[in-house]
């Protein structure tokens, strides 16, 4: 798979919650770092994700927030 973004980071899912309309995905990154995503629920079982399944995460964002 090529594509432009380059913040690429790949991990193994470790949960996966389904919704009704969403799915919440939880990558393990490494070094005790986990990654979740909020995905449609369609694309979550296109992509046949599971826990154990290596996958890349991608992030393409024109703002990201940060508080404390």
Not at 2 to 30: E, H, L, P, Y
Not at 37 to 42: E, G, R
């Amino acid at each position: 798979m090529k594509i432009s973004a380059r913040n690429q980071i790949t991990g193994k899912v470790v949960d996966v919650k389904d919704g009704v309309v969403t799915a919440q995905v939880t990558v393990d990154i490494g070094g005790g770092n986990t990654i979740v995503s909020s995905i449609t629920l369609d694309s979550a079982k296109n992509l046949g994700l599971a826990a154990g399944k290596e996958v890349t995460v991608i992030i393409k964002a024109s703002d990201v927030m940060l508080g404390t």
